[in-house]
C-alpha cells in the first residue's frame, strides 16, 4: 500500500503542538509522526490528516463536529478510539491543544503498553 507524506506544514504545526508536551514520546507509526505516552499512542499524522485518541464521550462530541471522521487508515479497516481532527480544530491553535491535552489525559490514565 502507498500512502502520500504528510504535508511539510503539517509536520511542522504537529511538532510545534507536541514541543509542549515534554512527557510525550515522539516516534513513527506507519511512517508518520505520531506521540506516545504509557506507551500509548494518544495522536499523529497519516497523510493529510491528524489523529486523536480519545474516550467514548470526548470521540462522539468529537465526530459530531464538522469534517470530523473515525480514523481509517485503510478503507474499512477504522482504529476503534481515534478520530480525524475537522480542519477547524488543525486550524484554531487553543482547541488542538485542549483535544491533545484530553487524548494525553486518557492515554495516561491507561495501564501502561509494554
Not at 17 to 37: C, D, H, I, S
Request: net charge neutral.
Amino acid at each position: 500500500m502507498h500512502w502520500e507524506k504528510s504535508p511539510p506544514e503539517l509536520v511542522e504545526g504537529f511538532a510545534a503542538v507536541l514541543a509542549r508536551y515534554p512527557m510525550a514520546e515522539q516516534r513513527k507509526m506507519f511512517g508518520y509522526p505520531a506521540a506516545f505516552a504509557n506507551g500509548q499512542m494518544f495522536t499523529g499524522l497519516h497523510e493529510r490528516r491528524w489523529v486523536v485518541r480519545l474516550p467514548d464521550e470526548a470521540r462522539i462530541e468529537l465526530l459530531a463536529m464538522d469534517g470530523a471522521a473515525p480514523f481509517e487508515p485503510m478503507p474499512g479497516r477504522p482504529m476503534k478510539e481515534y478520530v480525524v481532527f475537522p480542519p477547524a480544530i488543525v486550524a484554531d491553535l487553543d482547541a488542538l491543544q485542549t483535544w491533545i491535552g484530553r487524548a494525553l489525559a486518557y492515554v495516561a490514565a491507561l495501564p501502561p503498553k509494554r
